[in-house]
Protein backbone atom coordinates (compact mmCIF):
# COMPACT_ATOMS: atom_id res chain seq x y z
CA UNK A 1 0.00 0.00 0.00
CA UNK A 2 1.47 2.71 -1.21
CA UNK A 3 0.59 6.05 0.72
CA UNK A 4 2.93 8.57 -0.88
CA UNK A 5 2.99 8.44 -4.28
CA UNK A 6 5.12 10.28 -6.90
CA UNK A 7 4.02 9.55 -10.04
CA UNK A 8 6.77 11.33 -12.43
CA UNK A 9 10.30 8.63 -12.34
CA UNK A 10 11.71 11.69 -13.57
CA UNK A 11 12.20 15.30 -15.03
CA UNK A 12 14.40 16.85 -17.34
CA UNK A 13 13.83 21.06 -17.54
CA UNK A 14 16.29 23.21 -18.56
CA UNK A 15 18.52 25.87 -16.84
CA UNK A 16 16.63 28.99 -15.50
CA UNK A 17 13.21 27.46 -15.98
CA UNK A 18 10.83 26.26 -13.38
CA UNK A 19 11.16 22.26 -12.17
CA UNK A 20 7.70 21.54 -10.87
CA UNK A 21 7.63 18.12 -8.49
CA UNK A 22 4.71 16.42 -7.78
CA UNK A 23 3.68 14.14 -5.15
CA UNK A 24 0.01 12.53 -4.11
CA UNK A 25 -1.02 10.75 -0.42
CA UNK A 26 -3.88 8.85 0.73
CA UNK A 27 -3.88 8.74 4.27
CA UNK A 28 -5.70 11.72 5.30
CA UNK A 29 -3.99 11.42 9.07
CA UNK A 30 -0.65 13.48 7.37
CA UNK A 31 -0.52 16.13 8.56
CA UNK A 32 2.67 17.66 7.66
CA UNK A 33 5.09 17.56 4.85
CA UNK A 34 8.70 17.40 3.64
CA UNK A 35 10.63 17.49 0.70
CA UNK A 36 13.93 15.96 0.44
CA UNK A 37 17.02 15.74 -1.97
CA UNK A 38 19.36 13.13 -2.55
CA UNK A 39 22.81 12.82 -4.31
CA UNK A 40 24.34 9.73 -5.72
CA UNK A 41 26.37 8.75 -2.25
CA UNK A 42 24.69 10.71 -0.10
CA UNK A 43 21.70 10.77 2.71
CA UNK A 44 18.63 12.51 1.55
CA UNK A 45 19.18 16.21 2.84
CA UNK A 46 16.21 18.48 4.07
CA UNK A 47 14.88 20.96 1.69
CA UNK A 48 11.53 22.23 2.91
CA UNK A 49 8.59 21.17 4.96
CA UNK A 50 5.06 22.33 4.87
CA UNK A 51 1.95 21.70 7.90
CA UNK A 52 -1.39 20.60 6.79
CA UNK A 53 -2.59 24.15 8.28
CA UNK A 54 -1.22 26.18 5.60
CA UNK A 55 -1.45 26.00 1.35
CA UNK A 56 1.98 26.90 0.57
CA UNK A 57 5.47 27.43 2.35
CA UNK A 58 8.38 29.90 0.26
CA UNK A 59 12.29 29.30 0.99
CA UNK A 60 14.10 31.07 -1.61
CA UNK A 61 13.86 29.49 -5.03
CA UNK A 62 11.99 26.62 -3.54
CA UNK A 63 7.97 27.12 -2.62
CA UNK A 64 5.96 23.74 -1.42
CA UNK A 65 2.08 23.75 -2.10
CA UNK A 66 -0.44 22.06 -0.66
CA UNK A 67 -4.20 21.04 -1.67
CA UNK A 68 -5.65 19.29 1.28
CA UNK A 69 -9.00 18.60 -0.61
CA UNK A 70 -6.85 17.42 -3.83
CA UNK A 71 -4.04 15.20 -1.43
CA UNK A 72 -1.80 16.78 -3.44
CA UNK A 73 1.58 18.66 -3.21
CA UNK A 74 4.28 20.37 -5.21
CA UNK A 75 7.36 21.58 -5.12
CA UNK A 76 8.55 24.12 -7.20
CA UNK A 77 12.02 25.19 -8.13
CA UNK A 78 12.66 28.83 -9.99
CA UNK A 79 15.17 29.09 -11.47
CA UNK A 80 16.11 25.72 -12.00
CA UNK A 81 20.19 25.86 -11.62
CA UNK A 82 22.53 22.31 -13.02
CA UNK A 83 23.24 21.85 -9.42
CA UNK A 84 19.54 21.10 -8.47
CA UNK A 85 20.47 17.91 -10.33
CA UNK A 86 19.60 15.09 -8.28
CA UNK A 87 16.28 12.51 -6.58
CA UNK A 88 14.05 14.16 -5.05
CA UNK A 89 11.62 12.31 -2.43
CA UNK A 90 8.04 13.51 -1.02
CA UNK A 91 7.53 12.48 2.63
CA UNK A 92 4.68 12.53 4.85
CA UNK A 93 4.28 12.48 8.97
CA UNK A 94 1.63 12.22 11.47
CA UNK A 95 2.99 14.50 13.82
CA UNK A 96 0.22 14.73 15.86
CA UNK A 97 -0.42 10.58 16.60
CA UNK A 98 1.25 7.72 17.38
CA UNK A 99 3.30 7.61 14.07
CA UNK A 100 5.05 10.55 15.92
CA UNK A 101 8.63 11.69 13.79
CA UNK A 102 7.85 8.48 11.26
CA UNK A 103 8.15 9.55 7.48
CA UNK A 104 6.33 7.95 5.17
CA UNK A 105 8.42 8.18 1.23
CA UNK A 106 7.42 8.52 -1.96
CA UNK A 107 9.48 6.65 -4.61
CA UNK A 108 11.53 9.81 -5.70
CA UNK A 109 11.95 12.04 -9.21
CA UNK A 110 15.33 12.34 -10.86
CA UNK A 111 15.33 15.61 -12.32
CA UNK A 112 18.00 16.65 -14.19
CA UNK A 113 18.48 20.63 -15.14
CA UNK A 114 20.38 21.15 -18.30
CA UNK A 115 22.73 24.48 -18.81
CA UNK B 1 29.19 20.60 14.19
CA UNK B 2 29.56 16.95 13.07
CA UNK B 3 26.22 15.98 11.33
CA UNK B 4 24.90 12.34 11.51
CA UNK B 5 27.07 9.68 10.76
CA UNK B 6 27.23 6.15 9.67
CA UNK B 7 29.98 3.03 10.12
CA UNK B 8 30.74 1.24 7.91
CA UNK B 9 29.76 2.90 4.89
CA UNK B 10 29.88 -0.48 2.41
CA UNK B 11 29.77 -4.12 3.80
CA UNK B 12 29.36 -7.42 2.15
CA UNK B 13 27.85 -10.14 4.08
CA UNK B 14 26.95 -13.88 3.34
CA UNK B 15 23.25 -14.87 3.34
CA UNK B 16 22.49 -16.63 7.10
CA UNK B 17 24.87 -14.23 8.77
CA UNK B 18 24.51 -11.39 11.24
CA UNK B 19 25.38 -7.56 10.69
CA UNK B 20 25.46 -4.53 13.12
CA UNK B 21 25.27 -1.28 11.69
CA UNK B 22 26.18 1.75 13.72
CA UNK B 23 24.91 6.00 14.06
CA UNK B 24 25.97 8.22 15.96
CA UNK B 25 23.10 11.09 15.85
CA UNK B 26 23.73 14.92 15.04
CA UNK B 27 24.93 16.81 18.14
CA UNK B 28 21.55 17.33 20.49
CA UNK B 29 19.15 15.33 19.20
CA UNK B 30 17.69 12.68 21.25
CA UNK B 31 15.61 10.54 18.97
CA UNK B 32 17.15 7.78 15.96
CA UNK B 33 15.28 6.48 13.05
CA UNK B 34 16.28 3.74 10.70
CA UNK B 35 15.23 3.02 7.16
CA UNK B 36 15.44 0.81 4.75
CA UNK B 37 16.17 2.16 0.85
CA UNK B 38 15.86 -0.38 -2.00
CA UNK B 39 17.06 0.44 -5.27
CA UNK B 40 14.83 2.55 -7.08
CA UNK B 41 12.67 3.08 -4.74
CA UNK B 42 12.27 5.45 -1.09
CA UNK B 43 13.45 4.85 2.24
CA UNK B 44 11.21 2.66 4.01
CA UNK B 45 10.67 2.95 8.04
CA UNK B 46 12.55 0.33 10.32
CA UNK B 47 12.01 1.53 13.89
CA UNK B 48 12.68 4.61 16.08
CA UNK B 49 14.39 4.96 19.08
CA UNK B 50 13.89 7.45 21.69
CA UNK B 51 15.42 7.49 25.36
CA UNK B 52 17.00 3.90 24.90
CA UNK B 53 13.28 2.69 23.96
CA UNK B 54 12.03 1.41 20.88
CA UNK B 55 8.89 3.89 20.44
CA UNK B 56 7.62 2.73 16.50
CA UNK B 57 8.47 -0.25 14.19
CA UNK B 58 7.34 -0.40 10.50
CA UNK B 59 6.67 -3.46 8.72
CA UNK B 60 10.34 -5.43 9.28
CA UNK B 61 10.52 -8.59 10.52
CA UNK B 62 11.95 -9.66 14.22
CA UNK B 63 15.26 -10.09 12.54
CA UNK B 64 15.64 -6.45 12.61
CA UNK B 65 16.78 -5.00 15.93
CA UNK B 66 18.25 -2.08 17.39
CA UNK B 67 19.34 -0.48 20.12
CA UNK B 68 20.00 2.78 21.66
CA UNK B 69 22.79 4.02 23.92
CA UNK B 70 22.84 6.86 26.82
CA UNK B 71 25.11 8.64 24.16
CA UNK B 72 21.69 8.58 21.76
CA UNK B 73 23.86 6.41 19.63
CA UNK B 74 22.26 3.90 17.82
CA UNK B 75 22.79 -0.13 15.84
CA UNK B 76 20.93 -1.69 13.79
CA UNK B 77 21.39 -5.49 13.69
CA UNK B 78 19.65 -7.71 11.02
CA UNK B 79 20.23 -11.58 11.44
CA UNK B 80 20.03 -14.31 9.50
CA UNK B 81 20.51 -12.04 6.55
CA UNK B 82 18.54 -12.70 3.42
CA UNK B 83 19.43 -11.85 -0.23
CA UNK B 84 17.04 -9.04 -0.02
CA UNK B 85 18.15 -7.45 2.74
CA UNK B 86 20.34 -5.88 0.69
CA UNK B 87 19.66 -1.91 0.00
CA UNK B 88 21.01 1.23 2.08
CA UNK B 89 20.09 1.58 5.62
CA UNK B 90 20.14 5.11 6.24
CA UNK B 91 20.13 6.56 9.95
CA UNK B 92 18.10 10.01 10.87
CA UNK B 93 18.07 11.90 13.71
CA UNK B 94 16.14 14.77 14.87
CA UNK B 95 15.35 16.69 18.37
CA UNK B 96 11.42 17.53 17.32
CA UNK B 97 9.01 14.71 15.12
CA UNK B 98 9.60 17.55 11.97
CA UNK B 99 13.23 17.55 10.14
CA UNK B 100 15.21 14.46 10.30
CA UNK B 101 18.97 15.10 8.93
CA UNK B 102 19.91 11.79 7.36
CA UNK B 103 23.81 10.23 7.33
CA UNK B 104 25.47 8.86 4.24
CA UNK B 105 24.16 5.46 4.62
CA UNK B 106 25.56 2.28 4.61
CA UNK B 107 25.51 0.30 1.69
CA UNK B 108 25.02 -4.02 2.59
CA UNK B 109 24.97 -6.47 -0.21
CA UNK B 110 24.47 -9.52 0.94
CA UNK B 111 25.92 -12.46 -1.56
Known amino acids: DQQVKQNSPSLSVQEGRISILNCDYTNSMFDYFLWYKKYPAEGPTFLIS?????DKNEDGRFTVFLNKSAKHLSLHIVPSQPGDSAVYFC??????????????FGQGTILTVHP | DAGVTQSPTHLIKTRGQQVTLRCSPKSGHDTVSWYQQALGQGPQFIFQYYEEEERQRGNFPDRFSGHQFPNYSSELNVNALLLGDSALYLCASSLSSYEAFFGQGTRLTVV
Open chain 1, 50 to 54: ISSIK
Open chain 1, 91 to 104: AASNAGGTSYGKLT
